[in-house]
């Protein structure tokens, strides 16, 4: 096999020439429409999905209020807890694990 050598400006020149027809021809891809059909199942799998994040995002909304909330009533200094509360949150963390 033999390699010839080609001058940068030769390829250079072959490139542009090329670039500038490639550009000029309409292009196939444009001419080309693509379509997709989802099936009953997979429509309802897209529905829960987006059930499911509305709900996540409404999830967070309603901590973040009740995060600030229980922020200005300790910064306030109204928010009281008693032991008995406490004894129970720890009994029922323990529970859970």
């Known amino acids: 096999m033999k390699i010839n050598s080609v001058q940068q400006s030769d390829a ?9 027809v490639a550009s000029s021809k309409p ?8 379509s997709v059909e989802l099936s009953e199942g997979a429509q309802k799998y897209s ?4 059930a499911a994040r509305e709900a996540a995002e409404k999830i967070g909304t309603d901590e973040d ?6 922020t200005a009533r300790i910064k ?4 009281k807890v008693t032991d008995d509360q406490i004894a129970d949150s720890i009994i029922n963390g ?4």
């Open 12 to 20: 250079i020149s072959k490139y542009v020439n090329n670039v500038g």
């Open 47 to 50: 529905a829960i999905i987006k």
């Open 65 to 70: 209020a009740k995060v600030a909330d229980i």
């Open 76 to 79: 306030n200094n109204t928010y």
């Open 94 to 97: 323990l529970s859970e694990k």
């Open 27 to 34: 292009s196939t891809a444009s001419r080309i429409s693509d």
